[in-house]
């Protein structure tokens, strides 16, 4: 019999979307110029909340929920985040995608006026301006606990199930894996379950919650985490006063652990999904 997640699980808000440009992963709040001197940035944080909505930018936008469809929590932990922020700043948080981040050292975005919420690449030095989230996003990819695959290239001619544009879309093709996208992790989680891949791959933080459920055991075989990319509010270093009001909020959310609450309701909801969903037996 399966076990039922814990009941205290509730569901998070998808957040509504709007057209804009293709590109890049990030958060994009508008209302804030990136070549905004400090003075002009306190305009700008008057102007979001006059605007009542902060658009939030990403690499894939999911469907507009829809009543008596199948509810999937998103994967990314930005998604927590820029409504936590839409509700410090009394405004509504609606999804876009997001422009090209053309020069990783400098702003580039498809609106006129951006903060981005971005992961920078592992190699690359500090950015100028950049606030940490004190979040580290890194693949890390799990399979049934009696797999013989032992290394990301023993990946190579299996299949994994990962989440149709999500951060690690590819990166198992790059080992030989033949890759089965899916619409949700959930949905990748129950295909790994059921025996429909033989490997999983979501960010590290998020498995290693879910892997901490009971009903994951049989599944908590892993493969050692990728290089890991911190995930940084991105300002124009020039832009004093926006840096500061996101250096206080970054600041209170790891001090008050909101980052691994929020890791451990994510996980908690994601199992739930894979709960209701699962209608055969675990693979053997």
């Known amino acids: 019999m399966k076990s039922l997640p814990s009941p205290r699980s509730i569901l998070l808000p998808r957040l509504p979307r709007a057209g804009a440009a293709a590109g890049a992963l990030a958060v994009a709040i508008a209302g ?21 909505e902060l658009r939030v930018g990403m690499q894939y936008v999911a469907p507009e929920y829809v009543a008596g469809s199948k509810f999937r929590t998103p994967e990314g932990i930005e998604h927590v985040l820029a409504q936590d922020l839409a509700q410090r700043l009394q405004v509504k948080a609606v999804a876009v995608q997001a422009g090209a981040v053309k020069n990783k050292d400098k702003l580039s975005t498809a609106r006129k006026e951006e903060v981005l919420l971005t992961v920078a690449p592992a190699s690359q030095s500090p950015r100028a301006g950049a606030v940490p989230t004190g979040y580290v996003a890194a ?15 023993q990946l190579k001619g299996r299949s994994v199930c990962v989440a149709q544009g999500g951060r690690y879309a590819g990166l198992a093709a790059r080992y030989g894996a033949v890759e089965k996208p899916y619409k949700a992790a959930a949905d990748a989680l129950l295909a790994l379950r059921v025996g429909a891949c033989d490997a999983t791959i979501h960010d590290a933080a998020l498995l290693e919650e879910l892997l901490k459920l009971p009903e994951w055991k049989k599944f908590s075989a892993r493969l050692t985490p990728g290089a890991g990319a911190p995930l940084d509010i991105v300002l124009s270093p020039g832009d004093d006063k926006a840096r500061a009001y996101f250096q206080q909020v970054t600041r209170e959310w790891q001090a008050s652990g909101y980052l691994q609450q929020q890791l451990r309701l994510m996980a908690r909801n994601i199992a739930f999904e894979v709960y209701l969903d699962q209608d055969v037996p675990d693979c053997h």
């Open 139 to 153: 693949p890390m990819a799990i399979m049934r606990s009696d797999t013989t695959i032992r290394s990301w290239e």
């Open 32 to 52: 804030m110029t990136p070549v905004a001197s400090a003075a002009s940035a306190v305009d700008a944080l008057t102007a979001i909340r006059q605007r009542g």
